[in-house]
């Protein structure tokens, strides 16, 4: 593997009818990726789609805000968790933007933090979903950190859209961090991305979502990381093999993966 795309949704139905031709172009080219589910049906194509692959691994969770019909059912996951490529449960957390309403906003933290639980007794990271709600999210990543199995504690944020400060919360709370082709078309991110140390940066396409700038509009695929990735490399001022070399080994650190 040459590269490697940290949170992809190729399980999303965008790629049902060319899923094969995805899949052959990042073989190609040496491409991996975590497939992350957003709540038990999508998490089970996740598992479905990478367990004869590999390079290709999966992510199991229930999104704050996907799907809000789905009453998280800790067992099902447990089950799932037992397949192979699963490296991790997510992409869990809190998503204010899209939901304003308190009474909400608190089955949201109820929801993450039974899922953080899930992720501790399986010893497994979490992919964190994060947006305008990065305090709380602190709050109650340092809530487990000091508890019982808190050394366990570790993960991702994934489309990172923080401040400094809170990129060095989440360093302290051993997160890393993920950026993906809004980097390429936006300059908001560039402050923070050259102040977090290249240990704890990952690169992501978030697709079928925010294609890097050449495809921007159009539906974005895990191939696409290699743009995420020379962005990245010139924001931090190093080659682009480094920075690819770099995120492969990050990925591979915080999930587990044996690349
Ligand atoms: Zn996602």
Redesign the pocket.
């Known amino acids: 593997m040459k590269l490697i795309d940290a949170?992809s949704?190729l399980n999303s139905k965008e790629f049902d009818s060319d899923l094969k031709e995805v899949i052959s172009r990042m073989k190609e080219k040496e491409i991996g990726t975590i497939i992350?589910g957003?709540d038990y049906e999508s998490s089970g194509r996740a598992v479905e789609i990478s367990q004869n692959e590999p390079t290709f691994f999966s992510a199991i969770g229930l999104h704050p805000i996907d799907n809000k019909d789905e009453v998280f059912n800790e067992d099902l996951y447990r089950d799932l968790a037992k397949e192979k490529s699963v490296v991790a449960i997510g992409?869990c957390g809190l998503d204010y933007y899209w939901e304003k309403n308190e009474e909400k906003r608190a089955r949201q933290r109820d929801l993450f933090r039974s899922q953080i639980r899930l992720a501790l007794s399986l010893d497994l990271p979490l992919m964190i979903?994060c947006r305008n709600a990065y305090e709380d999210t602190i709050v109650i990543l340092k809530e487990f950190k000091k508890g019982e199995d808190g050394e366990k504690l570790r993960g991702n944020i994934?489309?990172f859209a923080g401040t400094v400060e809170f990129a060095k919360e989440f360093i302290e709370l051993s997160f890393t961090m993920s950026f993906t082709g809004v980097i390429t078309f936006a300059s908001d991110y560039d402050e923070v991305i050259k102040s977090i140390p290249l240990s704890s940066i990952l690169a992501e396409t978030?697709c079928p979502?925010v294609s890097p700038a050449p495809n921007r509009g159009k539906r974005n695929e895990p191939i696409f990381v290699n743009q995420v990735v020379a962005r990245l490399a010139e924001l931090k001022g190093v080659s682009v093999e480094k920075m690819a070399e770099t995120t492969l080994s990050n990925t591979a650190r915080v999930f587990g993966l044996s690349v």
């Open positions: 949170h949704h992350v957003t992409e979903h994934h489309f978030d979502f």
